[in-house]
């Protein structure tokens, strides 16, 4: 079946850099789009990011552009997502998710925080 495991959350201060992790099975990861989306405390979910299946195109919210950047190992079905200049306004859960957003992880805490 397929699974969707994100990984690499965490508390850091405002500036800093993290990279987030969504670790996938159960399909054939290179023939799909992959996605970030968060959801902050008491607001909806936010379209963060997605990329294409072999990497060449890359989307962002304008909330991130210039921020976040997403990339994709498909040897190791893998899709990655670098938060920089982190902001407050940036704490929420994030998730990855496949596709058009069919499948989802359990999400990954991100705390930005000083």
């Known amino acids: 079946q397929v699974q969707l495991v994100e990984s690499g959350g965490g508390l850091a201060q405002p500036g800093g850099s993290l990279r987030l992790s969504c670790a996938a099975s159960?399909?054939?990861?290179?023939?799909?789009?992959l996605s970030w989306a968060r959801q902050a405390p008491g607001k909806g979910l936010e379209w963060v990011s997605g990329i294409y299946s072999d990497g060449s195109d890359t989307y962002y919210a304008d909330s991130v552009k210039g921020r976040f950047t997403i990339s994709r190992d498909n040897a190791k079905n893998t899709v990655y997502l670098q938060m920089n200049s982190r902001k407050p306004e940036d704490t929420a859960l994030y998730y990855c998710?496949?596709?058009?957003?069919?499948?989802w992880g359990q999400g990954t805490q991100v705390t930005v925080s000083s």
């Open positions: 159960g399909f054939t990861f290179s023939s799909y789009a």
């Open positions: 998710a496949k596709g058009l957003l069919d499948y």
